[in-house]
C-alpha cells in the first residue's frame, strides 16, 4: 500500500541523500518517497503536495511538520490573511473573460473530503476538479516532472496567464507569500530538503509575487506571458517593471450577492467539505492553529537564491 511506502520514506526522510543538480525536484521525491519514477507516480507526489497546501495536512506519516493550509486564516507579519473567501465564492473576485470579478465556488466537489482521500473532487464536472487538476498539472512543471505529458498524467492547458487568472483577486503581498509558505511546509512535511523547498519558495515569489513584471515563460508551450499574481500596493515592485502591461486600475474584489455557479458552499472558512467533520479533520485543525504559524518558517521558504525550477 501507497501510505505504508510513505511512511516509510518518512521515517528515513532526514537521512535522504542530497539532491543531485541534474534530477529534478519532482523526479527525485517521486523516487525517493513512491519508489517507481513514473508518470503516475509523479502524479500521485503533486496531489499529495498539492491538496496538502490546500487543506493542510492530513496524511498521518509526516516529518513532524504541521500545515495549516491555504484554507485557514493566518497572520502573516502582524497582516491578517484569509484567502477561503476567494474559493468558496464568497468574493466577486474570478476572471470569467468579462470586464469585473464573477463569483464561483471552488469547492463544489465534496470539499476537503475528497481531498483527504487524494483526490481532486467527488466528480469531474466541479469547479473544484479543474482547479485542482490544473494545480496538480502546473505544479508538476514548476518542479519539473519529467514524465508529465501523456494520459496518466496530463500537461497543464489551462489559462496561459496567470495574471489574467488572478487579476480580480488584487492579492497583496501577505497573501501571495502566506499560500506559497504552505506549498514550502507541504513539501517539506513529507521530506523534502530545506534547499529544496527554500528554492521552490524563492522561485515562486520571483515568479508570481512581484507587480508588474515582464512576461515570463512557465509553460514551453504558452510562451512567455503575464504572469504577476500579486497586484495590489503592498507588492514589491519586478525589476524590469512593466506596469503599462498590466491593468492597474482593477478595484479589490466586492463582496458576492449570491454564491455563483457550481454552489454548494456552506460559506464557512475553511471548506465546504470539512463543516461538520470531525474536529480533527486538517482543515478544523488548520483553522484552530489559525495564527500559530505566522512568518515562523517563511524565511525558510522565501528566503536565498535559485536558478528558476530546477
Ligand atoms: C503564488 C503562486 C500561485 C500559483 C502558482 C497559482 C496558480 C494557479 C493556477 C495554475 C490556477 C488554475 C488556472 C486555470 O485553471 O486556468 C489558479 C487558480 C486559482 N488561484 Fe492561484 N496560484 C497562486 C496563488 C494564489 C493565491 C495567493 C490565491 C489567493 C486566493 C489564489 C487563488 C486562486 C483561485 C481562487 C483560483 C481559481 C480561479 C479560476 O479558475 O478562475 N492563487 N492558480
Ligand atoms: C546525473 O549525473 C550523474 C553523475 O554526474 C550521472 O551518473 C547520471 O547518469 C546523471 N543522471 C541523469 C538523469 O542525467
Ligand atoms: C515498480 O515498477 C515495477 C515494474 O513496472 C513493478 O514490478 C514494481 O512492483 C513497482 N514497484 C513499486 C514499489 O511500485
Ligand atoms: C499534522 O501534522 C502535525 C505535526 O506532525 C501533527 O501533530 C498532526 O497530527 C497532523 N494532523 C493530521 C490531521 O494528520
Ligand atoms: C516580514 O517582515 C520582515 C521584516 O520587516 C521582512 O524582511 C519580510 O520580508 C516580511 N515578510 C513578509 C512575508 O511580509
Ligand atoms: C465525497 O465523497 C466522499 C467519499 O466517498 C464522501 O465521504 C463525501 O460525503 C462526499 N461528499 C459529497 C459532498 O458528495
Ligand atoms: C532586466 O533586463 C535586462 C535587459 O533585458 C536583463 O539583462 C536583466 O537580466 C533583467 N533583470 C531581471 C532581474 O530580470
Ligand atoms: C481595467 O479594469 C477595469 C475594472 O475592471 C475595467 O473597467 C477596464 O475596462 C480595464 N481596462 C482595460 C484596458 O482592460
Ligand atoms: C464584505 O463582507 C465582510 C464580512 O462580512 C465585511 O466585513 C466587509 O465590510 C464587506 N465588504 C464590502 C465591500 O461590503
Request: charged share 5%; hydrophobic share 40%.
Amino acid at each position: 500500500m501507497f501510505f505504508q511506502t510513505l511512511a516509510l520514506a518518512a521515517a528515513v526522510g532526514s537521512a535522504m541523500a542530497q539532491r543531485p543538480a541534474n534530477i529534478t525536484i519532482c523526479d527525485y521525491y517521486t523516487t525517493a518517497l513512491l519508489k517507481n519514477n513514473t508518470a503516475t507516480n509523479q502524479k500521485t507526489l503533486l496531489t499529495l503536495v498539492v491538496n496538502t497546501a490546500v487543506i493542510g495536512n492530513y496524511t498521518t506519516p509526516n516529518v513532524g511538520i504541521k500545515v495549516p493550509g491555504i484554507l485557514a486564516p493566518a497572520t502573516v507579519n502582524g497582516t491578517y490573511v484569509n484567502l477561503a473567501p476567494y474559493f468558496t465564492g464568497a468574493l466577486a473576485s474570478t476572471n470569467t473573460g468579462g470586464s469585473s470579478g464573477v463569483s464561483v465556488n471552488f469547492l463544489d466537489g465534496g470539499g476537503a473530503a475528497p481531498l483527504m482521500m487524494n483526490m481532486a473532487a467527488n466528480n469531474t464536472n466541479s469547479n473544484q476538479y479543474t482547479l485542482l487538476t490544473h494545480l496538480y498539472e502546473y505544479f508538476g512543471i514548476l518542479l519539473g516532472c519529467s514524465l508529465q505529458g501523456g494520459a496518466d498524467y496530463s500537461t497543464y492547458e489551462g489559462d496561459v496567464s496567470q495574471y489574467e487568472v488572478h487579476k480580480f483577486m488584487q492579492l497583496g503581498y501577505a497573501q501571495v507569500s502566506y499560500f506559497v509558505e504552505q506549498v514550502g511546509l507541504s513539501a517539506a512535511s513529507f521530506g523534502v530538503a530545506t534547499e529544496d523547498v527554500t528554492a521552490v519558495g524563492t522561485d515562486l515569489m520571483n515568479a508570481f509575487g512581484y507587480k508588474c513584471e515582464p512576461p515570463i515563460t512557465i509553460v514551453k508551450a504558452q510562451g512567455a506571458q503575464l504572469q504577476s499574481i500579486c497586484d495590489d500596493d503592498t507588492c514589491p515592485l519586478a525589476p524590469n517593471s512593466t506596469c503599462a502591461a498590466y491593468n492597474n486600475t482593477i478595484p479589490a474584489p466586492s463582496n458576492a450577492t449570491s454564491i455563483g455557479s457550481g454552489s454548494t458552499a456552506t460559506g464557512t472558512a475553511t471548506g465546504s467539505g470539512a463543516t461538520g467533520t470531525s474536529t480533527s479533520s486538517p482543515a478544523a485543525t488548520a483553522s484552530k492553529a489559525a495564527g500559530a504559524v505566522a512568518g515562523m518558517s517563511f524565511a525558510a521558504v522565501a528566503g536565498g537564491i535559485a536558478a528558476m525550477f530546477l
